[in-house]
């Protein structure tokens, strides 16, 4: 059973907007979250996260949001940029688990 | 060295035949994961190596996967008698002292089983 679920597998935005990238999960126990950007033939890089004491983390273009009650965290991209496109992966961990668990991604499209 | 490096880049093996794929960490991380994303997939977690401690095999999917890490640094994950289904992105990462939110990922094995 997923235990972090990104429920969109792509999402296409015109360049200068806001992209929104959402991600869901079930455990309770998950305290950090991250979200990882992966270009084609790379290894995904991490972009930012989140510790489950704080409800947004902001870098430069790049907000994460958490809403614990609902399990649901979210990556806002403004303005978007066409180098943005990439798959987005979400990713959580927590509790006794010892390594990061992912989503199956969401692949962003940002059209000049 | 500077990152992560895996090889091969690219493999293609007869479906049945055994393959390594190997993995060389960032110095002095002591941390090593293993995870593959099959088409349409997301990342999964196959095995978490965390200093001298005994390994976390949850995630292998069958005896026939298996990964050792010697002397804390270099990992080689094995598959015996490959199967079509094994056919993915093999993405091993490190992290220094187990640190969830510092993986630093390897641009991967591509494997192809035919």
């Known amino acids: 059973d997923q235990q972090v679920k990104q429920n969109s597998p792509s999402l296409s935005v015109q360049e200068g907007r806001i992209s929104i990238l959402n991600c869901d999960y079930t455990n309770s126990m998950f305290d950090y979250f991250l979200w990882y950007k992966k270009y084609p033939a790379e290894g995904p890089t991490f972009l930012i996260s989140?510790?489950?004491?704080?409800d947004k983390n902001e870098d430069g273009r790049f907000t994460v949001f958490l809403n614990k009650s609902a399990k649901h965290l979210s990556l806002h991209i403004v303005p978007s940029q066409p180098g943005d496109s990439a798959v987005y992966f979400c990713?959580?961990?927590?509790?006794?688990?010892?390594?990061?668990?992912f989503g199956k991604g969401t692949k962003l499209s940002v059209k000049p | 060295g500077a990152g992560v490096s895996q090889s091969p880049s690219n493999k293609v093996t007869e479906k049945g035949k055994d393959v390594e794929l190997r993995c060389d960490p960032i110095?002095?991380?002591?941390?090593l994961y293993w995870y593959r994303q099959s088409l349409g997939q997301g990342l999964e977690f196959l095995i978490y190596f965390q200093g001298n401690s005994a390994p976390d095999k949850s995630g292998l999917p069958s005896d026939r996967f298996s990964a050792e890490r010697t002397g804390g640094s270099v990992s080689t994950l094995t598959i015996q008698r490959t199967q079509q289904e094994d056919s993915a992105v093999y993405l091993c990462?490190?992290?220094?002292?187990?640190?969830?939110?510092?993986?630093?990922f390897g641009s991967g094995t591509r494997l192809t089983v035919v």
């Open positions: 989140i510790s489950s004491i704080k």
């Open positions: 110095s002095g991380h002591t941390a």
């Open positions: 990713a959580a961990s927590g509790g006794s688990q010892g390594n990061l668990i």
């Open positions: 990462a490190s992290s220094l002292l187990g640190n969830n939110y510092g993986y630093t």
